[in-house]
């Protein structure tokens, strides 16, 4: 069994994401050409509707319907962008919850990709979090620097914003995702490289095996090269990090083009067949840690248990 907690998927993509980029994001039927390739069963949806990515906006009807489409492959999470048609200190938890108990309902298992650039510490980012703790939703999120050209959560070095909502909120699950979360494994991380993908040996110090370490709601979205590269960049350090973390990591992959080709899995399979990492390992990583975590109820076969 294996699971993908990060993919883009759409009925049929037609909006080039960016200038330069070849493609659109993948169709369904590209997205389950991969996962068989590569032998994933289930892959999460992620919808992108922040005014900041500049993915295709996707309306939860059309998740639900790709979704209904191919039973059985794919997993819906909704989008939510924490700023309302309200005035910003007007915005109540309530607010959340009118969309967000629809969405469960609906079948939705988490939140996410969320996008939005704007600090952790403002009020509508809180009042959304304070719902989805309630409401027992996990948030995967995309962060990003004050002075990152592009999108995601604000925040600074050292990840102080995201510690306030890990703090705030004790039972939020969070998967982290993006170059400016996988890029905090390091002591001597430098502005710089922050939105990047730092190379080298990890030094001691580092702002991720303190949060892991005291914060039992944040959890790792592997996904894309920011996850593959800090794991990887100081294989030892990433070995120690995947053996102490086993039960808060999860395989990802972030396909958002056919010409993608991440290596996770061929990766973590190596490493299982040379005894790097044991089995039970591999396996919370690659479906255990998400099927509990979004209570999939799946059991080996991929069946309903």
């Not at 004790?170 to 995702?177: E, T």
């Amino acid at each position: 069994m294996i699971i993908d907690v990060h993919a883009h998927v759409y009925m049929d993509p037609r909006i080039r994401p960016y200038p330069g980029a070849a493609t659109a994001f993948m169709s369904a039927e590209q997205q389950i050409e991969v996962m068989d390739r590569l032998g994933v069963d289930k892959a999460v949806i992620l919808p992108l509707n922040s005014a900041e990515c500049p993915a295709e906006t996707q309306s939860i009807g059309e998740v639900l319907h790709v979704c209904a489409k191919y039973p059985g492959r794919f997993i819906p999470f909704c989008h939510i962008d924490p700023r309302l048609a309200k005035h910003p200190l007007e915005i109540n938890s309530e607010d959340f919850d009118f969309l967000l108990e629809q969405y469960k309902t609906l079948g939705c298992k988490g939140i996410g990709e969320l996008t939005a650039r704007i600090p952790w510490t403002s009020h509508p980012m809180l009042t959304l979090l304070e719902s989805a703790a309630r409401l027992r939703l996990p948030v995967t999120f995309h962060t990003i620097t004050p002075d990152g050209n592009s999108y995601g959560v604000i925040d600074e070095i050292g990840l102080p914003g995201l510690e306030h909502v890990l703090d705030r909120f004790p039972n939020l699950v969070m998967f982290g995702h993006s170059q400016a979360f996988w890029s905090e494994m390091s002591g001597d991380l430098s502005p710089k490289e922050k939105n990047g993908y730092p190379k080298g040996p990890v030094t001691p110090g580092g702002t991720l095996p303190r949060l892991f370490q005291k914060y039992p709601g944040l959890h790792g979205d592997i996904s894309a090269g920011s996850g593959f590269n800090a794991l990887t960049r100081d294989p030892g350090f990433g070995l120690d990090f995947m053996n102490e973390f086993q039960d808060r990591l999860m395989l990802g992959l972030d396909f958002c083009s056919p010409s993608n080709d991440p290596q996770h899995v061929q990766w973590l399979t190596r490493l299982r067949d040379e005894g790097q990492i044991e089995s039970s390992v591999f396996e919370k990583i690659m479906w255990r840690n998400a099927n509990r975590l979004l209570g999939l109820g799946l059991t080996e076969d991929g069946a309903s248990a």
